[in-house]
């Protein structure tokens, strides 16, 4: 069955300094993979979805996120954190079996010190 | 833009009262889902619907039941409410097809007392 891990439920980023996201999947086919972003208080919103296409993927407010096969890895990355970055951040891996569903990984606490 | 609203952004319940969550979404979508969502356990589903009248359970579904009598609205019943019911409760819908995204409502902040 498919899964994510993201590790580090907390991360500390300088306000100007790179934010470095990890996900590490597993998937017995090739897999759908998504980032999420949720705002204090707001639901789940995509940053950016890879679909087999470009393994380089370019979401929204400046964050890309690059797909590894050989690593089993789609780690999420902004070169330069602003304070409203700060957020939690879901790595999502479309599953195989059950009707369209997704599996989430914990999430990633962002805290961007000015 | 998909919209996917959600009844009510924070509830208040007694333990043992019977809670409806309700969920609208406006895009067609064949699937609907409800998580809850507790610091450092991320999003975890409690069922989907992938057609009207049509439910699965999903990974923590005691203590919750689910209703899909139209295609536009996916509601969350808990029978009986319970302390441990104090959650954060989102809703999503998607297309069919593994290419697609969810898209997730803003979120009802339950609490039981």
């Known amino acids: 069955a498919q899964s994510v891990t993201q590790l580090g439920s907390h991360v500390s980023v300088s306000e100007g300094a790179l934010v470095l996201l990890r996900c590490n999947y597993s998937?017995?086919?090739?897999?759908?993979l998504f980032w999420y972003v949720q705002y204090p208080n707001q639901g789940l919103q995509l940053l950016l979805k890879?679909?087999?296409?470009?393994?380089l993927v370019k979401g929204i407010n400046g964050f890309e996120a690059e797909f590894k096969k050989s690593e089993t890895s789609f780690h999420l990355t902004k070169p330069s954190a602003h304070m409203s970055d700060a957020a939690e951040y879901f790595c999502?891996?479309?599953?195989?079996?059950?009707?369209?569903?997704?599996?989430f990984g914990k999430g990633n606490q962002v805290v961007v010190i000015p | 833009d998909v919209k996917v609203t959600q009844s009510s952004r924070y509830l208040v319940k007694r333990t043992g009262e019977k809670v409806f969550l309700e969920c609208v979404q406006d895009?067609?979508?064949?699937?609907m889902f409800w998580y809850r969502q507790d610091p450092g356990l991320g999003l975890r589903l409690i069922y989907f619907?992938?057609?009207?009248?049509?439910?699965e359970k999903g990974d923590i579904p005691e203590g919750y039941s689910v209703s899909r009598e139209k295609k536009e609205r996916f509601s969350l019943i808990l029978e009986s409410a319970s302390t441990n019911q104090t959650s954060m409760y989102l809703c999503?819908?998607?297309?069919?097809?593994?290419?697609?995204?969810?898209?997730f409502g803003p979120g009802t902040r339950l609490t039981v007392t």
């Open positions: 619907s992938y057609d009207v009248k049509m439910k």
């Open positions: 998937s017995s086919v090739p897999p759908y």
């Open positions: 999502a891996v479309s599953r195989s079996e059950g009707n369209n569903r997704l599996a």
């Open positions: 895009m067609d979508h064949e699937n």
């Open positions: 999503a819908s998607r297309t069919t097809g593994n290419t697609g995204e969810q898209y």
């Open positions: 890879y679909t087999s296409a470009a393994t």
